[in-house]
């Protein structure tokens, strides 16, 4: 094995530019003549645009242009789509309300935008959006998905009567019923799952440059997915020709789903560069991040589940309604259906699932994927049920969990997914080892001696990664295929370019696919780089979200690699005289299996450029190509164990202890793969007692629109983590691999909610767990669970 | 408008800014010392951290007039040379960060923090005084770990050279 190959805590290629300021973001991109944009955004969450008065605006200092929506929309230019059609129960399509870039008739949150102004400099910029007079008539805004339903409150698009986007089921209602009627116990809960804003640390950021010459357009962005946006901006809002547009996603700082999506910015840019003939750059600053980044969750759930007299789950039912905010984005409609529902089995053999889910249309930012995309929200109901009913039944938690474990694969849950391979018991074994289950008594005794109440809470969660196969997620509505390309270049002095279509924003890939090719072809990862992010240079790809990358995006290079060793391997055969089948490329060398017969890798690779001694009729040059479309999606698992201190005063919440343990079949790079966990783990932790976003119910206002009243993770919320993991090899792609990119904000929040709760002995808790409701929890002192299990 | 003068990476620069210019858009824009970040509006998120003086500042508090005179130091001006500084090493060889935005400011502030405790750190000190700083990849545990091993590191320089 290459010593930097498969397995090995390799160092990251990438870091050296990062850790010396060398990054380049967009905002750190510049040509010549750029100039500035600054948009102008509504301060209503619902109104009427009238008249906009750019006169003043136009006047100021260093200000070339004002654009307005109305003419956008005489350009020709399309609205924004939402690339994943879910049809409702009665087969009726989704309804689907029209979203222009700018917008020139009605804006539906706060911080939409309905003009652009460019100027010389950012400040110029901002300075006259400042003044740009717009006559708003300000309408009734609805905030709450709850409330949002049917007549009799402010609606939103005039195609989604009652503010219904579509009603959609999984499952069988009427087993599911039966079931529930013939239980020997049912857990019933009203769950509510927080919206959270994604808070990449770069904000979005747009270049647009277009060369009249040419009729050629480029545009930098942050963006997770290069080539899907340039396949959206080129067929659905006409703003460029697919191939007179180049995209390009240089370094991304950060990404959790909120980059994936087309935003109206870069469609305004792309348009304003064409209409005046200026290279345009909008950087949003935080407040513009908060207000206009796709948010992420913001469900309410009504859940029941089953259980016969010993403790079986025989059926769960949920009633979810979700929360799109003002305009379908992207791949809105399948975070709560298709990527939610599917997964609400979690690790458990459940031999009846009904779900429906009501999409809702409300006066706030749209609500798209973030780091987990439904998972986190099915993972929540799932692992709050289970740690609920297990208190309702006198059952340690672990024990109800093990009663119910599926325990043999391939396992065909009632919501569509198959899971190919886990070990789920291994996983709580593990965990439950790691944080000392066992002896949590005592801590908890111990810490009562303080003062303190401690707490211990479980989540064993499943998620469904690398997102596929085509056909199957066509079948279901997609509007894209997601499978992933790679080309694999040997040069002729032997050192290798990987070009990928997926993306890294973050997560280490310059190294870790280093390490495959290293693996696969016994060259140091040194001589191997990475090439993504750019729509010149890779043809096409489907970027980097839902944990593909390795599973996907690796399968895909693993394939050319495969091409690129068989026509190495001819070519030394017929180099060094001997039978193909007795070829072997390690350590740099090109051997003849049991003899002393080799060539280095380099001198086969320079006889494929030279061309000079070839087999009868192979091409010259080294050079192979994949695309790669899974089996199946991957189901990365484990069991993750939070342990807290609630300090009875203040309801101040610690977390002393969080231990994962994690399955994601073959690891490539376990420090990159620890390291994701962590991050993962943060989020999920921000997510269940730090994080909120806040609407004014009245108002339709942003309340939580800056770092001062959103409450980021900071490192004292934190402890540090015990992570480990155990593997069950994926055996649907040819690494094994499974994907661990949001593990841990899948398995982290209802872990640490468990524990809250069993901490002050009382269930009713909704995240985030703020200091002021934990201490309200533990004053209400009403209908703790176990009691009312009595 | 105004003519800043001050010591940039041991370089002299002399510029006229707009009276409003803050310094890290005169790093970014005017000296094109792009490694200094901006990720917040409100003085929280920490990436634009530099060295003013030998002390850790936010870049996007101060403006570029109030540097007049002054000497700063950012993240392009931290190596010796080829020789990365011993907390840069210290991130890559733990981990510390991701996609490496926020990461210039931390180590900023994490060379800053050394400094003032001169090594003499535990893991409880270093999580509350990185509370200027936000990172939403990492869940700061390499963060952490990266800063102890350079406090570590540094600190044993400083006393062998004292012996």
């Known amino acids: ?790 | 408008m105004v003519t800043v003068t001050m010591t940039v990476n041991g370089r002299q620069v002399s510029k006229e800014v707009e009276d409003r210019r803050l310094l890290v858009d005169f790093l970014r824009e005017d000296l094109e010392l792009t490694g200094t970040h901006v990720g917040c509006d409100t003085s929280q998120c920490g990436a634009c951290v530099v060295h003013l003086d030998g002390k850790a500042i936010k870049s996007c508090t101060i403006l570029a007039a109030q540097a007049d005179g002054t000497s700063i130091t950012t993240i392009e001006g931290l190596a010796n040379g080829a020789d990365l500084h011993p907390l840069q090493a210290a991130f890559k060889e733990h981990h510390g960060l991701q996609c490496g935005y926020c990461t210039p400011g931390m180590i900023m502030s994490g060379v800053d923090i050394i400094r003032r405790h001169e090594g003499q750190l535990d893991e409880d000190t270093v999580r509350h005084e990185l509370e200027g700083n936000i990172c939403r990849c990492t869940g700061y545990h390499n963060i952490v770990k990266a800063i102890l091993a350079a406090a570590q590191e540094m600190h044993g320089e400083v006393r062998q050279a004292a012996e």
């Not at chain 1, 697919?242 to 991304?252: F, G, N």
């Open chain 1, 1 to 790: 094995m290459a010593q930097d190959g498969i397995g090995a805590r390799v160092a990251r290629k990438e870091d050296k530019r990062f850790i010396t300021g060398k990054g380049r973001y967009v905002d750190d991109m510049r040509v010549a003549g750029m100039k500035h944009v600054a948009f102008v955004r509504s301060p209503y969450a619902h109104a009427k645009v009238g008249g906009i008065n750019s006169e003043q605006a136009r006047n100021m200092p260093g200000v070339l242009a004002v654009l307005t929506g109305s003419e956008l929309v005489a350009d020709g230019i399309g609205n924004l789509i939402c690339g994943w059609m879910v049809h409702s129960k009665d087969g009726t399509p989704m309804n689907m309300g029209a979203w222009p870039a700018l917008a020139p008739e009605v804006v539906r949150f706060v911080g939409q935008a309905v003009a652009m102004v460019i100027a010389e400099t950012r400040g110029e910029a901002r300075d006259a959006a400042d003044v740009v007079a717009v006559e708003w008539e300000e309408l009734p805004a609805i905030t709450d998905p709850a409330k949002a339903l049917g007549e009799g409150v402010p609606q939103l698009h005039p195609e989604a009567k009652g503010n219904l986007i579509y009603d959609w089921e999984i499952g069988d209602k009427a087993a599911a019923d039966k079931a529930l009627s013939e239980a020997a116990h049912v857990t019933r809960m009203e769950i509510v799952n927080n919206r959270l804003v994604p808070n990449a640390m770069e904000p979005r950021a747009a270049l647009a440059q277009y060369d009249a010459a040419d009729d050629h357009f480029t545009l930098w962005t942050t963006s997770q997915n290069p080539h899907v946006a340039r396949l959206v901006l080129s067929a659905f809002y006409n703003v460029a020709p697919e191939h007179k547009l180049r995209v390009i996603a240089p370094d991304v700082g950060g990404g959790f789903g909120s980059k994936i999506f087309i935003y109206p910015e870069e469609v305004a840019c792309l348009w304003a560069a064409r209409k005046t003939g200026l290279a345009v750059k909008w950087t949003g600053d935080r407040s513009e991040a908060f207000l206009t980044d796709a948010h992420g969750r913001d469900h309410v759930t009504v859940a029941e589940m089953a259980f016969d007299a010993n403790n079986r789950i025989t059926a769960f039912k949920i009633d979810t309604i979700a929360n799109f905010g003002a305009y379908m984005s992207l791949f809105s409609s399948s975070v709560p259906t298709y990527l939610y529902a599917t997964l609400l089995s979690g690790q458990y053999d459940i031999p009846t699932i009904h779900c429906n889910v009501r999409g809702v249309y409300t006066n706030t930012a749209p609500v798209d994927a973030y780091r987990g995309a439904g998972r986190p929200e099915a993972t929540y109901v799932v692992e709050r049920m289970m740690e609920t009913a297990a208190r309702e039944l006198g059952v340690a938690p672990p024990e109800l969990r093990r009663t119910n474990f599926i325990r043999e694969f391939p396992h065909q849950t009632p919501v569509i997914m198959n899971y190919d391979a886990g070990d789920y018991e291994a996983s709580l074994s593990a965990a439950l080892s790691a944080s000392d289950y066992a002896g949590f008594g005592e801590r908890k005794a111990e810490a009562a001696r303080r003062g303190k109440l401690r707490g211990i809470g479980l989540s064993c969660y499943i998620e469904a990664c690398g997102i596929a196969p085509s056909q199957a997620v066509g079948s279901l509505g997609a509007g894209v295929g997601l499978w992933e390309s790679a080309e694999v270049r040997v040069n002729p002095v032997g050192t290798i370019e990987v070009l990928t279509g997926s993306h890294s924003h973050g997560q280490g890939h310059e190294t870790t696919f280093a390490q495959l090719v290293a693996e696969r072809l016994g060259v140091p990862i040194d001589n191997v780089s990475i090439v993504h992010g750019d729509t010149d240079k890779v043809q096409f790809g489907m970027g980097t979200y839902g944990s593909r990358s390795g599973a996907v995006g690796m399968s895909a290079i693993s394939k050319a690699i495969d091409k690129v060793e068989a026509k190495a391997k001819k070519l030394a055969a017929h180099l060094l005289e001997a039978a193909e089948g007795d070829i072997e490329i390690a350590d740099g060398e090109v051997r003849v299996a049991g003899t002393d017969k080799k060539l280095g890798w380099h001198e086969v690779c320079l006889a494929a450029y030279t061309a000079h001694n070839m087999p009868e009729g192979m091409e010259p040059g080294l050079k192979e190509g994949a695309f790669y479309d899974p089996a199946n999606f991957t189901f990365p698992a484990g069991a993750y164990v939070c342990e807290v201190e609630v300090d009875p005063d203040t309801g101040h919440t610690e977390i002393v202890q969080f231990v994962a343990a994690d399955d994601f079949g073959r690891v490539i790079n376990p420090m990159i793969v620890e390291g994701q966990v962590h991050g993962g783990i943060a989020q999920g932790v921000g997510q269940a007692i730090l994080e909120g976003c806040i609407y004014d119910a009245e108002s339709g206002q942003l309340i939580t629109a800056s770092y001062n009243d959103y409450a980021m993770p900071r490192a004292h919320d934190l402890p540090s983590f015990k992570v480990s993991t155990t593997e069950t090899i994926c055996p649907s792609n040819p690494i094994g691999m499974k994907g661990c990119g949001e593990a841990g904000a899948i398995g982290t929040p209802p872990a640490v909610i468990n524990a809250i709760t069993d901490a002050i002995d009382n269930n009713d808790l909704s995240m985030p767990a703020t200091p002021e409701k934990v201490w309200r929890a533990l004053r209400a002192g009403a209908a703790p669970m176990r009691q009312a299990a009595e």
